[in-house]
């Protein structure tokens, strides 16, 4: 249990993001940088015996190195950070790359149909058909990517993925019922992408007596 509460830990650390640490970080680096000065200039007060000089030459050597590499890791970290930081703005600015990339196919189906429907021997038929043709590329594209129409006709009213845009009363549907759809919705993977926007159906109210004037 210890070894998998330690491995747990370990994988939090790794998953941190960097940027909330960077000030501290550096700040720490000089801090150890100016403790290194600090020492050696003689700012550090020694609580030993007073020692030989070959000990003083090589701690001397020693603090000269870890000043260095205390140097070099600040330099380090921060070509790391301003790399990370170009490849986090890269990803960001191409992340789309391969979508727009298979839509640009599209277009050029819309482009020929648009030839097609203007020349002299093109139909409304076959402008149709390519119409078709173009929206079933179009779905089967969006299908690749996750995404999936919202089942909304005859279905029961759910506010979590429907919007109701008009009402009325049917004594046919025993619950609110989707009886018409203005625009269909869709699911990216589980997440809601937009609400199918819809015409609710409810059950129409008893009607209520009316009384005897008279009585």
Known sequence: MADERHHNEDANEVSLDL?????????????????????????AQAQDPPASEDEVVKLRR??????????????????????????????????????IREYLGIIDNLDLALSAAGSATGTAEDLKRGVEMIHRQMLDLLKRYGVKEISALGEPFDPAMHEAVSRDEDPAVKTPTVTGEMRRGYFIYDRLLRPAMVKVSVPAEPSRPVADPSA
Do not use: P, W
Not at 26 to 37: H, I, N, P, T
Not at 67 to 95: G, H, I, V
């Open 19 to 43: 940027d909330g640490q960077n000030e501290d970080i550096e700040a720490a680096m000089r801090d150890a940088v100016a403790a290194v000065e600090g020492v050696e200039s003689g700012d």
């Open 62 to 99: 020693e603090i000269t190195d870890l000043r260095d590499r205390s140097m070099r890791t600040l330099a380090d970290f921060d070509n790391f950070r301003k790399r990370s930081e170009r490849e986090r703005q890269d990803l960001k600015k191409y992340a789309q790359v391969e979508i």
